[in-house]
């Protein structure tokens, strides 16, 4: 069976960048809340960092939790910030997954690294499912799941996510 490849991660995927353009618009946005602000910040660059870390280990039950975490605070936050890219200081850099060559992708829109970050989940699930034996019914039942899970990722991605991704969002170069 093939499996989808992951999302290259870069090293400047990993920058701190986006905590200090967060920072900066929020305390713009609402004063009186720094200290909620910065726990809000905080907990976007750890999730970040987390989930960064589950697509270069592979796949795990861990990585599982790292991913779907993202996903819960992303689903909130993404359509809240997403107005203010513009305003935002930070990008988000990610490498092709089906390329041999170095090639990345540079945008500031959350929607694109939320759609990166979801596109390696699917990725990890196939992956977790090639490598099911298959020899047996019980192998081919759990194998199917793993790759019906991916499948409903990618369709997440596909009309949740990829509608709100800019238009000027650049091709991989």
Request: negative net charge; glycine residues 6%.
């Amino acid at each position: 069976m093939l499996a989808i490849t992951s999302q290259k991660i870069t090293a400047a995927s990993q920058h701190g960048g986006h905590e200090v353009a967060l920072r900066r618009l929020m305390s713009h946005l609402a004063p009186g809340l720094a200290v909620e602000i910065e726990k809000d910040i905080n907990s976007f660059v750890q999730l970040r960092r987390a989930v960064l870390n589950a697509i270069s280990s592979g796949p795990s039950d861990l990585g599982l939790q790292s991913f779907l975490r993202y996903n819960y605070h992303m689903r909130d936050l993404v359509p809240r910030l997403e107005g203010f890219r513009d305003e935002l200081d930070w990008e988000f850099v990610w490498g092709e997954a089906f390329s041999s060559q170095e090639l990345e992708t540079r945008s500031k829109s959350l929607y694109f690294d939320w759609a990166s970050v979801m596109w390696s989940l699917g990725a990890q699930e196939s992956h977790r499912g090639a490598k099911i034996l298959r020899n047996t019914d019980e192998g081919i039942r759990t194998a199917c799941k793993h790759f019906q899970v991916a499948a409903g990722i990618f369709e997440f991605v596909l009309s949740e996510i990829l509608p709100h991704i800019p238009a000027d969002c650049p091709a991989y170069t």
